[in-house]
């Protein structure tokens, strides 16, 4: 198993980077949308709510993509995503008909929680710049 610990790495960045890197860019291209999306859960200061969502998906996915500070942008990136669960997916406090998808979305985000904080604890792997920059 140890063979494969430096490509699942990979692997598993590569993988998480397709979530938050478009996902950063979608709110850009639709930043009022996105205002608009925040400011219906009742966040305050919702434009600049999006500009922190934008710079951390944006940058922790490029981050996580290419392999530097590979701790640090996931362990961001966790942070941001649990909280965000409470926010944009708190099943417990919606209609009935809208629990399952909520709760769905919700423990999505706790697994992707997860897998970030993994990535935070053994790192980017040899394939990455981190290990570069070590080298």
Do not use: C
């Not at 930043?31 to 966040?43: D, H, K, P, Q, R």
């Not at 934008?54 to 942008?73: F, P, Q, Y």
């Not at 909280?83 to 992707?112: D, R, T």
């Amino acid at each position: 198993m140890t063979a494969l610990q430096n490509p699942l790495a990979l692997i598993a960045r590569l993988l998480l980077a397709a979530l938050f890197l478009p996902a950063g860019i979608g709110k850009i291209t639709g930043f009022e949308g996105t205002v608009g999306y925040i400011a219906s859960v009742g966040l305050p200061l919702a434009t600049l709510a999006a500009v922190a969502a934008i710079v951390v998906e944006v940058i922790g996915g490029l981050a996580l993509l290419v392999g530097l500070g590979t701790r640090w942008a996931a362990l961001v990136l966790a942070l941001f995503t649990l909280v965000a669960s409470f926010f944009f997916h708190n099943y417990w406090g919606v209609p009935a008909e809208q629990q399952f998808m909520q709760q769905l979305l919700f423990m999505k985000n706790i697994g992707v929680t997860g897998g970030l904080l993994a990535l935070a604890a053994f790192g980017a792997g040899a394939f990455s710049l981190d290990a570069r920059r070590s080298a």
